[in-house]
């Protein structure tokens, strides 16, 4: 079992930035791909951006490139998605997922892909 918990949510002014933090405990930090997902009301859970075991590789959604950053640090059993220039259509749930992978398995986009799922945490940006 993997346990997530997401903090760094907020509300933010069009323009600013957040950075979301996604702590695990209860399994090897490193064995894990995590994927960052957002939800707004009467949408479905979206893929956001993604990152591999060690770190080396990521992916985004086309609407967040150049924005936002995804990282970890195994170190720390720690995720984080750096969000800059957030925009109102940023508001949302955002949620971390976490699935063993292979380090050279491709960053999984779809949410049923993810077995473990953190609480989510609220961004909400205002014009």
């Known amino acids: 079992q993997v346990q997530l918990v997401e903090s760094g949510g907020g509300l933010v002014r069009a323009g600013g930035s957040l950075r979301l933090s996604c702590a695990a405990s209860g399994r090897t930090f490193s064995t894990l791909h995590i994927g960052w997902f957002r939800q707004a009301p009467g949408t479905e859970r979206a893929f956001v951006a993604g990152?591999?075991?060690?770190?080396?590789?990521?992916d985004y959604a086309d609407s967040v490139k150049g924005r936002f950053i995804v990282s970890r640090d195994n170190a720390k059993s720690t995720a984080y998605l750096e969000m800059d220039s957030l925009k109102p259509e940023d508001t949302a749930a955002y949620y971390c997922?976490?699935?063993?992978?292979?380090?050279?398995?491709?960053?999984?986009?779809?949410?049923?892909?993810?077995?473990?799922w953190g609480q989510g945490t609220q961004v909400t940006v205002s014009s």
């Open positions: 997922a976490a699935v063993p992978r292979l380090n050279m398995a491709a960053i999984n986009m779809r949410p049923s892909d993810y077995h473990y």
């Open positions: 990152i591999n075991r060690s770190g080396g590789n990521t």
